[in-house]
């Protein structure tokens, strides 16, 4: 195999002159299939192809065919310099990465006892499915109606006529303030339980009022209704039973995941330090919210808790209870009950399980560790890229003003506009319709309150508002609306739900935004635009800094991304 020592060398080659650049020959005993080395890992030609080939076509190279196989492979390149980088730094090894990863790996760890051990202590049978299927109310469906209104004296007034022997569709249709079923004496339709609960229908009235019969005033949420139920429906037991299976799984394995924990608490002979709780307590009447910084090095490594093989300590706990939003106001620190309460539920059920699968050697399992030198690897270079970029690129209030008035573009409002519009699903109908309205037998307004498409978007009279939202989700229209001439029928013009005809009422041009209303968006822009323009310098000089722990197989990376499978891609993206 040959190689071309110099990466800057090489990418200079590829990109821009195109020169060759000087080779040298592998070592004996060198890989084949191998496209790139750096330091002592390898890039396959396999994970490059695949990595190309699963890209969005937005992101992928528009350059040559040599220029884009260097394109691709500069992304795996920087990969593994960044991770060289911050092992370089000593992240790997730093606290804040490590409390990170250990977070993460106890909660991995729990997900996989849960599915190794504790899963096979779950046990649901057909039976089971069934009975809460039937107990549950969930094996029908009911038809109903209802009356929704705003007072509560006027729902009582209703209730009494109801039961004066009025007929409700009518006051329904008088009185009901939800206008999708005004119309159909207050019908909604059939719901099944579930609905019925989010409709704020109570469980009870579900299952216990009979059909025909009208419920009592019932609140939901700041209104109040009364609801009938017409007849019922049956729901076929198979359409459930997945949902309910899943239910019932999880509920059981929760159970069995608490049996578990009390187990471990009695088998590893949990005990709370009273020395630790005190130490909490003393640092509670200084701070509202503890955390690590308030701690010494040797307070923070104080016991709180200990096992045997363990313990869970003073920095460990206040580091998982500052993710709670209760610590805000001091919740979990002020007397070993509430740190008893706290810690059982945020924290000891971790610790004791992991320290159960570590027990059982699941932690050191193939996967396992793999799974956790790739979340080392994220996190080191998470941390990494917060020191060189994030923390590095702050742009002030005079830098952001000066992107404003260089891009004044990009804060101009949205135009807005009042137009007339009627959408037909054909163009034929479409022409149709404008010839009928050249004749004078129809108006623009008039056929736009007979066609339903985009009826919501409509006011009594037929016109609609186009803004900042329509420009969002209805590109096309919005497109043709701002180069349409004011009071001119337009169309037929294909739009996303059809073919339109529409007249421009009434527009507001666009208009650039004062500064002091889109700063905060000026600076997030310019913040993005620096931190892209920063991480590009920041990896050119990486690649300078490792240039001597790079090598680059021509030969395989022609072989990994051939010209044929790249001009696959670049048709792929144009279509």
């Not at 300590?313 to 805000?328: C, H, M, P, Q």
């Not at 609609?464 to 497109?479: A, C, Q, S």
Request: hydrophobic share 40%; with cysteine; aromatic share 8%.
């Amino acid at each position: 195999m040959i190689w071309s020592g110099g990466w800057r060398a090489v990418l200079c080659w590829a990109l821009a002159c195109g020169c060759v650049a000087p080779v040298e020959q592998i070592a004996p005993g060198g890989n084949p299939g191998v496209v790139a080395r750096v330091d002592s890992t390898e890039i396959f030609a396999a994970e490059l192809h695949a990595f190309v080939e699963q890209m969005p076509a937005g992101l992928r190279s528009r350059t040559s065919n040599e220029g884009a196989r260097m394109s691709y492979l500069r992304s795996l390149l920087a990969k593994h310099l960044l991770e060289l980088e911050a092992r370089a730094q000593g992240l790997d090894i730093s606290f804040e990465v490590q409390a990170d990863l250990m977070a993460r790996w106890r909660e991995h760890i729990l997900n996989v006892y849960r599915n190794e051990v504790l899963a096979s202590q779950v046990q649901i049978s057909e039976a089971d499915i069934r009975a809460y299927f039937t107990q549950k109310g969930l094996d029908r469906r009911r038809q109903v109606a209802g009356i929704l209104l705003d007072e509560e004296a006027l729902a009582h007034e209703i209730h009494a006529r109801l039961a004066a022997g009025e007929d409700f569709a009518e006051l329904a249709e008088q009185y009901t303030i939800d206008e999708r079923s005004a119309t159909q004496g207050g019908l909604l339709g059939f719901v099944d339980l579930e609905r019925a609960q989010r409709l704020r229908i109570p469980a009870a009235v579900f299952r216990e009022l009979q059909t025909g019969q009208f419920s009592p005033v019932l609140p939901m949420g700041k209104r109040y209704q009364i609801v009938r139920f017409f007849q019922d429906q049956p729901v076929p037991f198979a359409e459930r039973r997945q949902q309910i299976y899943d239910l019932l799984y999880e509920r059981e394995l929760v159970a069995a995941e608490q049996r578990e924990i009390r187990h471990l608490e009695r088998k590893l002979k949990l005990q709370l330090v009273p020395e630790g709780v005190k130490l909490l307590q003393d640092k509670a009447e200084l701070y509202t919210r503890v955390r690590r910084s308030n701690l010494s090095a040797a307070e923070s490594a104080q016991p709180l808790f200990t096992y045997r093989g363990g313990s869970v300590t003073l920095g460990d706990y206040v580091d998982i209870l500052g993710r709670d939003l209760r610590s805000l106001s001091g919740w979990g620190v002020q007397d070993g009950e509430e740190v008893v309460a706290a810690a059982g539920e945020l924290v000891l059920g971790q610790w004791l399980i992991f320290e159960a699968a570590r027990r059982a050697a699941i932690t050191d399992g193939r996967d396992q560790q793999r799974w956790l030198e790739v979340n080392r690897k994220e996190l080191m270079i998470k941390k990494l890229r917060k020191l060189e970029i994030i923390d590095k690129v702050q742009p002030d209030r005079e830098d952001a003003r000066d992107f404003y008035e260089d891009n004044e573009e990009l804060f101009q409002t949205s135009g807005e506009y009042i137009l007339v519009e009627v959408v037909v699903e054909t163009e034929a109908e479409a022409v149709e319709l404008r010839r009928q309205i050249a004749r004078g037998e129809q108006t623009l307004a008039s056929l736009a309150q007979q066609y339903p498409l985009r009826a919501e978007m409509r006011d009594e009279v037929g016109m609609m508002h186009m803004g900042d939202y329509e420009r969002l989700t209805l590109p096309r229209l919005y497109k043709a609306v701002q180069e349409a001439e004011l009071n001119a029928i337009v169309g037929p013009v294909e739009v996303e739900d059809g073919f339109s005809l529409f007249k421009v009422l009434d527009r507001e041009e666009r208009k650039v935004q004062p500064f002091s209303e889109v700063e905060s968006k000026a600076r997030a822009l310019l913040r993005g635009q620096q931190r892209e323009q920063r991480f590009e310098e920041w990896i050119d000089s990486l690649m300078d800094k490792y240039d001597d722990s790079i090598a680059i197989s021509e030969r395989a990376l022609a072989a990994a991304l051939p010209d044929t499978f790249l001009q696959r891609l670049t048709r792929d993206g144009q279509e």
